[in-house]
């Protein structure tokens, strides 16, 4: 390929990229929000936090992609542009997915954990700030890895209206080149190379959140040693 075309690629992988960090940072906010109000107390709550998965799970992100893009300018009067339509359909659907992790991970952590809180009188933010959180993060890591992949390849969806990322630019090399098998080859390993840098990252993130939890403290930390009882004779 010429230097043109590749410029052309690299700028469709920083679009991909951009694009994969917003919706990722939105995805994981509305995870979390909806997540936790999945195990609040409020009937109303929850069942607001349900409506808003069940949505979000039930549509196609493409669908959805089309509707913020499309429909939404025609019935406000306003319109995004790609990178933030992208955005916003990618990390409200994904965030919908995201939320089943978090509600499942605090419902995993052991109901004596609970109960403790409840005993030292904290109240219900506290008792999820300071004790189910702590221990349900690091059980979240490995899913959203997972999903954290499927999103990258889902990012690929706003090449249809437009959206000059690394599939769009990729069709576009391919066009002009005519060169279906290797420019594709070429797109193909760009995202494997993203995936697997995306899972690295996750792995160690994961590993560092759980150093030190569960471990045994350390002889004499914490407690004192306890002193031989010696018997008559020094005989112990």
């Given amino acids: 390929m010429t230097s043109g075309l590749w410029e052309l690629v690299l700028k469709g992988i920083w679009t991909t990229v951009q694009l994969l960090v917003f919706s990722a940072l939105l995805g994981a906010a509305v995870a979390f929000v909806v997540g936790v109000a999945r195990t609040h107390q409020s009937r109303a709550v929850r069942f607001l936090a349900a409506l808003y998965t069940t949505v979000f799970r039930g549509t196609s992100a493409l669908i959805m992609i089309f509707w913020i893009y499309f429909v939404l300018p025609l019935s406000f009067g306003w319109q995004l542009v790609p990178m933030w339509a992208g955005t916003l359909a990618l ?15 605090i419902a995993a952590v052991d109901p004596a954990q609970r109960e403790g809180g409840i005993a030292l009188s904290f109240t219900p933010w506290q008792r ?3 004790i189910l959180l702590p221990q349900a993060v690091p059980e979240m890591i490995p899913p959203f890895s997972n999903l954290l992949i499927e999103l990258l390849k889902g990012t690929a969806l706003v090449s249809l209206m ?43 993130l994961e590993e ?21 009882v010696t018997g008559v004779g020094g005989v112990s």
């Fill in 91 to 105: 990390g409200l659907t994904y965030g919908a997915y995201g939320a089943e992790i978090v509600r499942g991970a």
């Fill in 128 to 130: 999820m700030r300071l």
């Fill in 162 to 204: 437009g959206m000059g990322d690394l599939a769009f630019s990729g069709n576009l090399v391919r066009l002009a080149l005519q060169e279906s098998a290797e420019i594709y080859t070429y797109i193909l390993l760009i995202y494997f190379v993203i995936a697997f840098l995306l899972t690295r990252g996750m792995r160690g």
């Fill in 208 to 228: 560092k959140l759980k150093a030190g939890v569960g471990k045994e403290p350390r002889a004499g930390a914490g407690a004192a040693r306890q002193p031989e």
